[in-house]
């Protein structure tokens, strides 16, 4: 391998080049219109314009990636996350082309995209799975008459989705219309497929991924658990890894229930198995993620691992070790969104021990409106959870991004309540803090 294009953009562009430059591979980025001035561009070796802002027309246009992979003379294609990261047509292209794509193949893509194929395959694999829906659909109707099968309330997923994107809970049937029209309509704009999915909704429960890693020889290993619970608007916000509240018996089930799900599909790459976890020996396969996560890095710090370096290293032939590396201390990460586009006018990011910045953020850069709000990663790491949430406190009051507003305020809040110092927390934690909070400013204001 030796020159990578980067299907992506942002913070994860930035990430890869990195990791490509440290293992001496050239790189190529691709950028739309709205990014000419981005920092992947700049710091990749090559560049080249594949469409204007409008995603559909530049991150998921299949056809200018290829062609500028071939152009320059690429030989490998990495997809990052988001985008085209878990689409098999691109997969498949890339392959026609010769070309590495690193992650799996497109015909694991294509059955762990497609939730009722994945649930199947899980369930062959003695995974324990959520019920759900037997198959996709695009029909409202069709999507009604399941939901009403299956009982509300009920999960509404895209198919082809991740991130959060194309996702509702429905609690009641005369909600599905209304529900099913803004969700698909995400699910199109996102992914360029308004396919949908439905299962059963289990209230208040953590959201438990495990990292695996597969190699071309067979060989799968976990590298821990993360606990993804803190989500606004199915979104993570803040990401930790261990989960403390993991006893040890259901941690070993759910690790080796993860290797035996991965080796059912020949899995090759880095991809996460995420679970609903709601209490010892409960724990639920909602789907499998076939790509690097935004919340690699917090695993990168408890195990000592690169997982973008292994993932250029797998697509390259080389064999994973023989044993998964251990895990030590607890690392938090913090993603910082843009509630508003424009200029950065002022920026300064926080440093010291135990501290990392995964951003594409400069000072005068300008943030476009076109694309993900997520600006930067605010990534810690210490001897334990309680030491950790202190840190991650200091880097987030030493953060400062002027020119546009962000969330910081609200993480640093999130970071000071009672329940979520003492890990008394679920998938609704964060919906329950924001509506306490306008309870309390309306009693403010009587």
Do not use: W
């Amino acid at each position: 391998m030796k020159k990578v294009l980067i299907a992506n953009r942002g913070e994860i562009a930035v990430r890869i080049i990195r990791a490509c430059h440290e293992l001496n591979i050239a790189t190529v980025a691709i950028y739309s219109t709205a990014d000419k001035l981005a920092l992947h561009v700049q710091l990749a070796d090559e560049s080249i314009c594949v469409g204007p802002a409008d995603p559909q027309k530049s991150y998921l246009n299949i056809d200018n990636i290829v062609a500028a992979a071939v152009a320059l003379g690429a030989d490998a294609v990495h997809p990052g996350y988001g985008f085209l990261s878990e689409n098999a047509e691109f997969t498949r292209r890339c392959e026609a082309q010769g070309l590495t794509f690193i992650g799996p193949s497109a015909k694991v893509i294509a059955q762990m995209g497609d939730k009722a194929a994945a649930r199947e395959i899980m369930q062959a694999a003695g995974v324990p799975v959520i019920p759900g829906s037997p198959q996709g659909f695009t029909d409202q109707k069709i999507g009604a008459r399941l939901a009403a099968d299956i009982g509300y309330p009920v999960m509404l997923k895209a198919a082809a989705g991740g991130g959060g994107k194309g996702m509702r809970v429905i609690t009641a049937a005369k909600q599905f219309n209304h529900e099913f029209q803004l969700a698909q309509s995400e699910a199109e704009k996102s992914f360029a497929n308004g396919e949908m999915y439905l299962e059963k909704f289990i209230a208040q429960p953590r959201h438990i991924e495990i990292q695996i890693m597969g190699d071309t020889h067979g060989q799968v290993l976990t590298f821990g658990e993360r606990d993804c619970s803190l989500q606004q608007n199915h979104q993570k916000m803040i990401e930790e890894a261990p989960s403390d509240v993991v006893d040890p018996a259901t941690r070993k089930q759910m690790l080796a229930t993860s290797i035996t799900a991965a080796k059912a599909i020949h899995y090759v790459g880095a991809g996460t198995i995420e679970f609903l976890y709601s209490g010892p020996d409960q724990f639920y396969f909602m789907e499998m993620n076939t790509r690097v996560q935004v919340e690699h890095p917090i695993t990168e710090l408890i195990t000592g691992q690169d997982i973008v370096a292994l993932q250029l290293q797998i697509a390259a032939g080389q064999a994973l070790p023989t044993t998964p590396p251990s895990i030590q201390g607890h690392a938090l990460e913090c993603r910082i969104n843009a509630r508003t586009p424009g200029l950065i006018t002022g920026l300064h990011l926080p440093g010291g021990n135990g501290i990392r910045v995964d951003t594409a953020l400069y000072q005068g850069y300008t943030v476009p409106s076109d694309y993900d709000a997520m600006i930067a990663k605010i990534i810690v790491y210490a001897v334990d959870r309680p030491t950790a949430i202190a840190k991650m406190r200091a880097a987030i009051d030493e953060t400062v991004i002027n020119g546009i507003q962000t969330n910081l305020d609200f993480l640093a809040e999130l970071l000071m309540a009672p329940d979520y110092l003492a890990d008394d927390i679920n998938i609704t934690f964060i919906d329950d803090f924001v509506a306490a909070q306008s309870r309390l400013q309306a009693t403010d204001q009587l």
